[in-house]
């Protein structure tokens, strides 16, 4: 299955507005149209999920994705980073080589989107991606 395919696996949910996977290097692997995860932002989040500093600047900072910033609501260190917009929100998990980053909008549930983001990214990290 190709990287686009799984993008669109992850939008047919219903849970999933827009979604993307990107290396920890911060180049795009795939994602959905429209959606466009710059190298800055994604490296933002793996330092975030890497480094408790970096992290303790996103309640200041915000999650930037997509040119859109949301306002942070919480992290794992080195898992997840979940942020939430006035319509919506984006859920980030971290695998050992990428990022699977989605968004969702109201009436999408903020928790059917971590389940399906997070079940995705259990799988790249069974298949040690």
Excluded at 56 to 69: C, E, Q, S, Y
Excluded at 75 to 85: K, L, W
Aim: with cysteine; aromatic share 8%; hydrophobic share 40%.
């Amino acid at each position: 299955m190709t990287w686009d395919a799984h993008v669109h696996e992850l939008l047919k949910t219903g849970n999933v507005k827009h979604a993307a996977i990107v290396g920890l290097d911060g180049g795009t692997w795939a994602a959905s149209d429209g959606f466009t995860v710059s190298v800055d932002e994604a490296q933002t989040l793996v330092r975030a999920l890497d480094d408790q500093d970096e992290a303790a600047m996103l309640p200041k900072r915000g999650v930037i994705v997509n040119k859109t910033p949301y306002m942070y609501l919480r992290h794992e260190d080195g898992r997840n980073v979940f942020g939430s917009a006035k319509t919506g929100g984006v859920c980030v998990t971290k695998t050992s080589t990428a990022l699977v980053i989605a968004t969702y909008e109201t009436p999408m549930s903020f928790q059917a989107c971590i389940c399906d983001v997070e079940k995705f990214a259990d799988y790249l990290i069974s298949m040690q991606l």
